[in-house]
């Protein structure tokens, strides 16, 4: 296992659409547990396979947000599928790995029900509320490229990407040192 570096917006990566997963073997394994190590070292709730580089229709969840015990291990979500959102909405403050120390209201639907595959290419449903719902539809939302920057108006959206592009601007001066 190793921690990845997290892609930080405006790299373009994150706006690459992700591909289908077809190989469930090892190197499928060895990214999950890469990705989880990644997540759990970033205080995250969910992870996007994009987010470490990968342009794979794959993320995963925190297995305690998802419902389970505290040491609960990651729940892998490979090439889903968002077949119900409810009409019922939730609107609440969002942040994202990509944008560290940013959060934005966003409003997404209060429940969801999502069919993916497992790390092993087993099909599964599952359905979700509050959180969870809203962790799926963010992560299902860089699968396709979308962002949270664009979930805001145009005001919010340049102040954002000013304090992104200092910040990139920083890490590059001390990455020089």
């Not at 595959?117 to 979308?146: I, P, W, Y």
């Amino acid at each position: 296992m190793a921690i990845r570096t997290i892609l930080r917006f405006p790299d373009p990566k994150l706006r690459e659409s992700s591909l289908p997963v077809t190989d469930y073997g090892g190197a499928l394994a060895a990214l999950v547990a890469d990705m989880t190590e990644t997540m759990l070292d970033s205080d995250g709730a969910g992870l996007a396979a994009i987010q470490v580089g990968e342009p794979l229709r794959m993320f995963i969840s925190d297995g305690h947000i998802a419902g389970g015990p505290e040491d609960s291990p990651a729940l892998v979500f490979a090439n889903p599928e968002l077949i119900e959102i409810s009409e019922e909405a939730q609107t609440g403050d969002e942040g994202c790995l990509s944008f560290p120390g940013i959060f934005v209201p966003v409003k997404r639907g209060m429940r969801t029900k999502i069919r993916a595959q497992d790390v092993n290419g087993t099909s599964f449903e599952m359905e979700a509320s509050e959180l969870l719902a809203r962790a799926f539809q963010h992560e299902v939302d860089h699968l396709k490229g979308r962002l949270l920057i664009d979930m805001v108006g145009p005001v919010k959206r340049e102040i954002i990407k000013r304090k992104m592009r200092k910040e990139a601007a920083l890490a590059a001066a001390e990455d020089d040192e």
